[in-house]
């Protein structure tokens, strides 16, 4: 067994389920704000006992850990990227995300309000339609930034990275709160790849006020959120040396040692 694998075992064994229906029943949370935190196995081991008395992990079909393979869209001058490194409340990520299991494919388009909260709109695809933007794409994503910000959205985009890891998902019992926990984590882009340490996690919680249960449990065990951790930005400056990254070296240095190991799955990126 990996060490993503035992890994993976070793941190939901101690969880109630959820079912995919419930969680999104309960806890969608496509409006939230967000934190995160990168932490090591042992951290994390240390959490998950406090963590199984107040919330629930995802599980489907006797599966708790999951394949997230996502291509991420930027224009030439990369602005979705430096509007994330300068602060820019309007701006917007653009990803399709396919859950390997699952057989499940959406367009995600991910936007800031006035208060600051994430809001992300979604567009079922065909799993198919992974790393390709037809016409319906466009409008979708056309349509939610007018709502959003009131213009047109002013960018020609096109692939410009993968990215590959593995996701567990918590769903607190009392309210709407979520989090995620990554690992395994490799970049992909122009023929190059770099692979997080897969001891290291990047925990993401996601709640009305940015200051939910996980985060007072995390903060109990001396853990703060790390700033502008966004897996976008940071694979972009990993994968692409001299680009401006001053913002997220906090990430860059708390994510350690990124390697180029030989990949375990190269994606097809056009």
């Known amino acids: 067994m990996s060490i993503i694998a035992s890994t993976d075992v070793l941190i939901a064994g101690g969880f109630a389920p959820i079912s995919l ?37 995802l599980e489907i079909e006797g599966r708790r850990a999951f394949t997230y393979e996502t291509c991420y869209f930027d224009d030439a001058g990369r602005r979705s990227y430096f509007d994330h490194h300068q602060g820019r409340r309007q701006r917007a990520k653009v990803r399709i995300r ?41 409008t979708f994503i ?25 996701r567990m998902t918590l769903v607190a019992r009392q309210g709407g709160e979520r989090m995620t926990i ?21 925990l993401e919680t996601k709640s009305a006020n940015g200051n939910g249960v ?25 994968l692409n040396p001299g680009t401006k990254h001053n913002r997220f070296l906090p990430a860059l240095r708390k994510l350690g040692s990124v390697t ?4 375990l799955h190269q994606p097809n990126i056009q």
């Open 98 to 138: 396919r859950y390997v299991e699952a057989g499940l494919c959406f367009l995600e388009v991910k936007l800031k309000d006035k208060r600051g909260m994430t809001v992300k709109k979604r567009l079922d695809l065909d799993v198919e339609s992974f790393g390709k933007l037809d016409d319906e794409a466009v």
């Open 260 to 263: 180029d190991r030989p990949a």
């Open 21 to 57: 229906k419930a969680l999104n029943g309960k806890a969608a949370m496509l409006e939230r704000l967000d934190n995160k935190y990168v932490v090591d196995g042992t951290v994390l081991m240390q959490a998950a006992g406090t963590f199984t008395e107040v919330f629930d992990m």
């Open 214 to 238: 996980a985060d007072g449990i995390l903060r109990a065990l001396h853990q703060h959120p790390t700033k502008r951790c966004s897996k976008y930005c940071v694979a972009t400056a990993l």
């Open 142 to 166: 056309d349509k939610v930034y007018h709502a959003q910000y009131g213009q047109t959205f002013p960018h020609q985009l096109s692939r410009v990275l993968d990215m590959r890891y593995r």
């Open 182 to 202: 990554d690992t395994g984590l490799e970049f992909f882009a122009g023929g190059a790849r770099r692979a997080v340490d897969p001891n290291l996690f990047i």
